[in-house]
């Protein structure tokens, strides 16, 4: 029986979770989601190929939404993982340098190759209405002057546009990576402008932060646990104007470091405990 794009999209959630947790660097967490979900892309080629669709309807979910969540992933990590295998140095001018370009190119393979096409502007409004031509097998039109890579795809389980969605969810993914690699201050898409808002700064450690991020995630306090470490701290860099990249290392450290794994976190429980004893005490 083919899986539920719900079942499906919960077992990635599961696995982005684990991995976030129990890697120690985010070149060795990419890695391991790529394996993860090259896998599940297997296994559900082997589904889809082995099992024809009960409807037309069930075609057009499949290869509009599920197969497009799942390569989409695919790309964004090994794409993360490449940009992280390559990357010079752990920080200073040439790592902020480093980035920033690839942030350029991701902006201009988006002008050259996204924008400007009819279908993104067709999936980007929500249009059901050319569904039939883009997304059920057996339709590809070579006349449309395709790229290249059209002619490789397996006919039985592509429709050439459940690609271009991937690369449609892929993109936002990459955007939102390269965002949180680069210093707030550094970078004019990240730092919030209001000036009702400029004096709101992080004043304890980036590990405090850090230390309160990963007890959020693990708690589910957010999004009911529906969404992964690097969102989570994208906000609170957004928020704080604070840059965290050495995120995966610092958690790793302090798994392994002795006495209280979680001084902040203890500190805070202090902290308001102390504080409602004064507000009971007035």
Same mark, same amino acid.
């Given at each position: 029986?083919?899986?539920?794009?719900?079942?499906?999209?919960?077992?990635?959630?599961?696995?982005?979770?684990?991995?976030?947790?129990?890697?120690? $660097?985010?070149? !060795?967490?990419?890695?391991?989601? $790529? $394996?993860?979900?090259?896998?599940? @892309?297997?296994?559900?080629?082997?589904?889809?190929?082995?099992?024809?669709?009960?409807?037309?309807?069930?075609?057009?979910?499949?290869?509009?939404?599920?197969?497009?969540?799942?390569?989409?992933? /695919?790309?964004?990590?090994?794409?993360? +993982?490449?940009?992280? $295998?390559?990357?010079?140095?752990?920080?200073?001018?040439?790592?902020?340098?480093?980035?920033?370009?690839?942030?350029?190119?991701?902006?201009?393979?988006?002008?050259?190759?996204?924008?400007?096409?009819?279908?993104?502007?067709?999936?980007?409004?929500?249009?059901? !209405?050319?569904?039939?031509?883009? +997304?059920? @097998?057996?339709?590809?039109?070579?006349?449309?002057?395709?790229?290249?890579?059209? +002619?490789?795809?397996?006919?039985?389980?592509?429709?050439?546009?459940?690609?271009?969605?991937?690369?449609?969810?892929?993109?936002?993914?990459?955007?939102?990576?390269?965002?949180?690699? @680069?210093?707030?201050?550094?970078?004019?898409? /990240?730092? @919030?402008?209001?000036?009702?808002?400029?004096?709101?700064?992080?004043?304890?450690?980036?590990?405090?932060?850090?230390?309160?991020?990963?007890?959020?995630?693990?708690?589910?306090?957010?999004?009911?646990?529906?969404?992964?470490?690097?969102?989570?701290?994208?906000?609170?860099?957004?928020?704080?104007?604070?840059?965290?990249?050495?995120?995966?290392?610092?958690?790793?450290?302090?798994?392994?470091?002795?006495?209280?794994?979680?001084?902040?976190? !203890?500190? /805070?429980?202090?902290?308001?405990?102390?504080?409602?004893?004064?507000?009971?005490?007035?």
């Amino acid at each position: 029986m083919r899986r539920p794009l719900y079942k499906i999209a919960s077992d990635i959630e599961k696995e982005e979770r684990r991995l976030s947790v129990e890697t120690s $660097t985010l070149m !060795d967490e990419a890695y391991r989601m $790529t $394996t993860f979900l090259q896998e599940l @892309l297997q296994s559900v080629k082997e589904d889809v190929v082995g099992e024809k669709f009960s409807s037309m309807e069930e075609e057009i979910q499949f290869f509009k939404q599920t197969k497009p969540n799942i390569l989409g992933k /695919l790309i964004y990590y090994n794409k993360v +993982f490449r940009i992280e $295998t390559a990357c010079p140095v752990n920080k200073g001018n040439i790592y902020q340098n480093y980035f920033t370009l690839q942030l350029r190119l991701l902006k201009q393979e988006f002008v050259e190759h996204i924008c400007n096409s009819d279908f993104y502007r067709y999936y980007r409004a929500g249009r059901t !209405d050319r569904d039939k031509q883009y +997304f059920m @097998l057996g339709n590809i039109n070579y006349h449309d002057g395709l790229n290249s890579f059209a +002619f490789e795809i397996d006919p039985k389980f592509s429709t050439y546009f459940d690609y271009k969605v991937a690369k449609i969810i892929a993109n936002e993914l990459i955007y939102s990576y390269l965002l949180t690699k @680069l210093a707030p201050e550094q970078n004019p898409d /990240l730092v @919030l402008q209001s000036e009702e808002t400029k004096d709101i700064i992080w004043t304890q450690s980036k590990n405090a932060l850090i230390e309160l991020i990963y007890a959020l995630l693990a708690a589910g306090a957010i999004a009911h646990g529906k969404i992964g470490i690097r969102k989570i701290s994208m906000v609170f860099q957004v928020l704080f104007r604070v840059s965290l990249n050495d995120i995966h290392n610092s958690f790793h450290r302090m798994k392994t470091r002795s006495g209280s794994r979680t001084i902040f976190i !203890d500190q /805070l429980k202090s902290s308001l405990e102390e504080y409602m004893d004064k507000e009971v005490a007035r």
